[in-house]
């Protein structure tokens, strides 16, 4: 759907489009044309969690004749959340939010306080038209693209991730811990061996692997994934993925799936045999992956930081590889529509559990 409005004083176009997963020519063409664009932006990285339930993948493009904006989203049916069954109706009230991982807007041209305003105007206006009650937006922390839309969303900087520069294979070795390094030192020496590729039978491998790890760390359901999850990586980003491996003694006892597009590479998903953790794979394995990323002309390697934004076991582990990193994560919320929003808030005060004080955002979707 393409809106084109004129102003006729100043004799120039404003054009929104909305684009669909279905049209994956034209999404692909428009986020191509973007410098900065990443994996996350792919329709082919959206469809996978599509499968998952996470809503219907949306590509918004703004265009005038200062700038040109796109933004990804997961369009959610909030009549769908069984905490709201029979109490809306089905296909009315929406709410969106940035695909699993990392996106927001990325803008180009001439960005004025003018030009953002007119994006706001319009985006906000198809949003509220086509019911769409709230957007919460996790930015990109290499990107940095928070910057930009100040003035668009109420932004809240939550915490440090850990990026590797790949200039240079000597710059990322100077950059990990001397602690670090004696551990990938260690791990070569005790003859784990890193390798990779997309073969279906690896992603077989990495189910099995995964599911044992989650199990281990007594993961929400949200992080398990059906096999329909993973054939879309595997067909859909066949050209933006792969499955980097560590073999001791001819068995696979650590997997990390990588994922990555336009010089920029991402840590995705992990997994690991518990019972070779003192052989330190993964640790061998990222920094392999970082010197593959150099090879292949990569710039970025995002870790990403610990859990829940904090500074805890998991970012330590992270910060091991980059002490110089210094990338924030930030995201951003926004009401369009504050009397309906204020509206599915009652309807959830009325259980008796719901803390109205809480800090999530949609408070309505908030877990008791």
């Not at 009650?133 to 940095?144: A, D, K, Q």
């Not at 696979?252 to 019972?275: C, G, K, P, T």
Request: aromatic content about 14%; proline content about 2%; charged content about 30%.
């Amino acid at each position: 759907m393409d809106l084109v409005k004129t102003n006729n004083k100043e004799k120039y176009k404003r054009i929104l489009s909305v684009i669909t997963i279905d049209e994956i020519e034209k999404w692909g063409n428009i986020v191509k044309s973007f410098k900065d664009f990443d994996v996350y932006y792919h329709s082919g990285y959206t469809r996978a969690f599509k499968i998952h339930g996470d809503g219907e993948p949306t590509l918004i493009y703004y265009e005038d004749q200062d700038i040109k904006a796109i933004n990804v989203v997961m369009k959610r049916d909030i009549s769908m959340d069984s905490r709201f069954t029979g109490k809306i109706p089905p296909n009315t009230y929406y709410d969106i939010t940035t695909p699993y991982g990392y996106g927001g807007f990325l803008i180009e041209g001439k960005v004025t306080e003018e030009s953002l305003k007119s994006l706001d105007h319009e985006y906000s206006s198809i949003c509220k038209n086509e019911g769409i009650i709230s957007e919460f937006v996790r930015f990109h922390p290499v990107l940095n693209n928070s910057e930009n839309v100040n003035d668009i969303y109420d932004i809240y900087r939550l915490g440090k991730t850990i990026t590797m520069n790949l200039y240079s294979q000597d710059q990322v070795w100077s950059n990990i811990t001397s602690k670090n390094r004696n551990v990938i030192r260690k791990a070569k020496k005790s003859g784990v061996e890193i390798y990779w590729g997309r073969q279906p039978k690896l992603f077989d491998e990495f189910i099995n692997l995964y599911n044992a790890t989650m199990d281990k760390d007594n993961a929400k359901d949200y992080y398990y994934f059906k096999k329909e999850f993973y054939d879309s990586i595997l067909h859909d980003l066949k050209y933006d993925s792969l499955m980097f491996y560590a073999v001791y003694e001819k068995k696979i006892i650590a997997m990390s799936m990588i994922l990555y597009s336009n010089q920029q590479m991402h840590y995705h998903l992990s997994a690991s045999d518990r019972e070779y953790l003192h052989l330190a794979p993964t640790n061998l394995l990222l920094y392999e992956a970082a010197c593959w990323g150099c090879e292949n002309g990569f710039k970025t390697f995002h870790l990403g930081g610990g859990l829940g934004s904090k500074e805890d076991s998991l970012y330590k582990f992270k910060k091991a590889f980059n002490r110089n990193s210094d990338s924030i994560f930030s995201i951003g919320k926004k009401v369009f529509d504050q009397e309906k929003y204020d509206e599915l808030v009652t309807i959830r005060s009325k259980e008796v559990n719901f803390d109205i004080e809480i800090p999530f955002f949609p408070k309505y979707r908030a877990s008791e």
